[in-house]
């Protein structure tokens, strides 16, 4: 896979798509922004199956935190770098990626629309950005009812749960494990040495800990004491091109889309879920550009600046 898809580089080729095609008469499958795209997935959807994606732990608090933390760290453009030729491309586990995208798990996305996993996977497929799969994924909503409160209880709260128990999952893969949740620099440390390949920072969208940290604020202190050791993934959050910025500037290797290609997916199937990824893919290459940066390699923290 490339970081290039096409010569002029993935954001002007989109920026061509929308408003060249806009001029010709040819819309955009779904909106551009994540709001309007949030708006018409809402009116796509039943009440419950909005709630069910939109909503989070208690007050949501978590979900109001995980936006002002990106919001309060600024890109700082650089001029004048030549970055006409701009490579987004990352590597993770041995896989070379056109972008610092991967999808994130979803369970139950029947919810949003019929074709639910298979969809996005041909969606993700298209666009060359992986797709982690929930698992509670591709099962019917029905079964997924059957068995709550308490087969999801036993499997979701599993108070009794130790870093011991990670040596069973290692035992039974050689496929990469990370471990997705971490907010805590000493818990990615213990990852590490309890045999992760990678620590995914994140508060599941703050669908868990009501009043946790937003993710953007704990990731600098966590890739310290990773130290390179493995990659960090970051999601809860990500809302444009320009927050996948900001987590790459604090050291994170790639980024998770969650609730946006949700929205995408009940707005437009998989078409839907296509155009959100490619949106992103766009906004990042544009953010690059404007910022002066011509590879990932350029992006660093000296690239943002925090306000407040
Ligand atoms: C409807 C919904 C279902 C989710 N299901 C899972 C899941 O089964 N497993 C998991 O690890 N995370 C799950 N998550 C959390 C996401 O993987 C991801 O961390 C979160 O959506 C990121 O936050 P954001 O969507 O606000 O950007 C779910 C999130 C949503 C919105």
Request: proline share 5%; charged share 25%; net charge neutral.
């Amino acid at each position: 896979m490339s970081g290039r898809d096409s010569p002029i580089g993935i954001g002007r080729e989109r920026q061509f798509e929308v408003y060249v095609g806009g001029a010709r008469g040819i819309r955009p499958r779904v909106p551009v922004s994540v709001e309007r795209l949030e708006r018409r997935a809402r009116a796509a959807m039943t009440p419950e199956a909005y709630a069910y994606v939109a909503g989070g732990a208690g007050t949501e608090e978590t979900i109001r935190e995980n936006r002002a933390a990106f919001e309060r760290w600024r890109i700082v453009p650089r001029m004048l770098r030549n970055v006409s030729a701009r490579d987004t491309a990352v590597e993770l586990f041995g896989s070379r990626l056109p972008s610092p995208f991967v999808l994130c798990p979803i369970g139950v996305l029947e919810m949003a629309h019929r074709d639910a996993d298979i969809a996005v996977a041909r969606a993700a497929a298209a666009e060359g950005v992986p797709m982690i799969f929930s698992n509670q994924a591709s099962r019917p909503m029905e079964e997924c009812a059957r068995a709550a409160v308490r087969r999801f209880v036993e499997t979701y709260s599993r108070p009794s749960l130790s870093w011991d128990d990670l040596g069973f999952l290692r035992e039974r893969t050689r496929l990469p494990i990370l471990l997705k949740g971490i907010l805590h620099p000493a818990d990615a440390v213990a990852a590490v040495e309890h045999g992760m390949d990678g620590v995914f920072v994140s508060n599941h969208g703050g669908r868990q800990v009501d009043g946790a940290a937003g993710t953007i604020d704990v990731l600098p202190a966590i890739v310290d004491a990773v130290a390179g050791r493995v990659p960090v993934l970051l999601d809860s959050g990500v809302r444009s091109g320009a927050d996948a910025f900001r987590a790459l500037a604090l050291g994170a290797d790639a980024v998770g889309l969650g609730r946006p290609y949700v929205w995408g997916l009940a707005a437009g199937g998989e078409a839907g879920v296509r155009e959100v990824i490619r949106n992103f893919r766009a906004d990042f290459d544009l953010t690059m550009g404007l910022a002066g940066c011509a590879s990932i390699a350029d992006i660093g923290r000296e690239s943002l600046a925090h306000a407040g």
